[in-house]
Nanobody, 125 residues
Framework: VQLQASGGGLVQPGGSLRLSCVAS????????LGWFRQAPGKDREFVAG????????KYGDSLKGRSTIAKDTTKNTVYLQMTSLKPEDTAVYYC???????????????????WGQGTQVTVSS
């Protein structure tokens, strides 16, 4: 399994950004794809997750109400749309994949077997 995250960059407070994660290496029908973030000196934090089949989603508290996770199965891509960004959203954002994950476990980093390389998001004026 390979996960390639992209779309990060520098954005002003209040701005928006869309991250993409292209997944490859197998069929993901029974997988959950998730987004996490990690700021310097902090633990990895759950942002959002989506079940590949069916599209069930779950959101973490950090960007709840300011983010939307979506998938395009024809492109094997998961997106994270973020709005009203704040300086405290600055972090490296990672996509991850986990097989056969129950909904209550979407937000647990150790539940995910595969991780992408991360994309830096910096929110600053």
């Amino acid at each position: 399994v390979q996960l390639q995250a992209s779309g990060g960059g520098l954005v002003q407070p209040g701005g928006s950004l869309r991250l993409s994660c292209v997944a490859s290496g197998r069929a993901f029908n029974d997988y959950v794809l998730g987004w996490f973030r990690q700021a310097p000196g902090k633990d990895r934090e759950f942002v959002a997750g989506i079940r590949w089949s069916g599209g069930t989603t779950k959101y973490g508290d950090s960007l709840k109400g300011r983010s939307t996770i979506a998938k395009d199965t024809t492109k094997n891509t998961v997106y994270l749309q973020m709005t009203s960004l704040k300086p405290e959203d600055t972090a490296v954002y990672y996509c991850a994949a986990a097989p056969r994950l129950i909904h209550s476990m979407f937000g647990i980093p150790s539940s995910y077997e595969h991780w992408g390389q991360g994309t830096q998001v910096t929110v600053s004026s």
